[in-house]
């Protein structure tokens, strides 16, 4: 499968949450706009930024229609110590293997060690609108997804 780009629906999938629970992306698909990050790691620096920036721009997101979804390898356990750490309020799904990554055709960068950061924008017929890439630039992917996120409604 090529990669998700502007324009692609995105594919059907489930993850566990946070809280071990399987998440079943049909089940928001067609009733939310969706903003759906990819991250390299739990409790690092630059993803510590970005999701404790996607946390203080809930309302805004909120306002938007829109739900969050942070995606990362790390296991349901990690995501559960990240989000009870930094108080997230929102969906963080485990992604072992890399499997969705790989669906969505998300890059890793520094000589393919480092997972990718891509925050994609998807409206609510499940067409991916936007999306946004950049390893160092963590807090902007929240500007850039409320950015597009106000002129889709």
Do not use: W
Not at 31 to 47: E, H, M, R, T, W
Not at 62 to 82: P, R, Y
Not at 117 to 137: A, C, H, L, P, W
Request: hydrophobic share 35%; with cysteine.
């Amino acid at each position: 499968m090529k990669n998700i780009a502007v324009g692609s629906k995105i594919p059907s999938f489930e993850l566990k949450d946070q809280n071990g629970h399987l998440f079943n992306i049909d089940s928001v698909l067609g009733k939310k706009n969706l903003v759906i990050y990819f991250y390299p790691k739990d409790d690092s620096p630059g993803c510590t930024k970005e999701a404790c920036s996607f946390r203080d721009q809930f309302y805004e997101f909120e306002k938007a229609d829109a739900l969050v979804i942070g995606i990362s390898s790390q296991s349901v356990e990690s995501h559960l110590n990240f989000a009870k750490k930094y108080n997230l309020n929102y969906t963080l799904l485990s992604d072992s293997g890399n499997k969705l990554r790989k669906l969505f055709g998300v890059p890793t960068n520094f000589l393919g060690l480092i997972p990718g950061r891509v925050t994609y924008i998807i409206d609510k017929e499940g067409k991916v609108v936007y999306f946004f890439n950049s390893q160092i630039m963590a807090k902007k992917h929240v500007e850039e997804a409320l950015h597009i996120l106000k002129e889709l409604n």
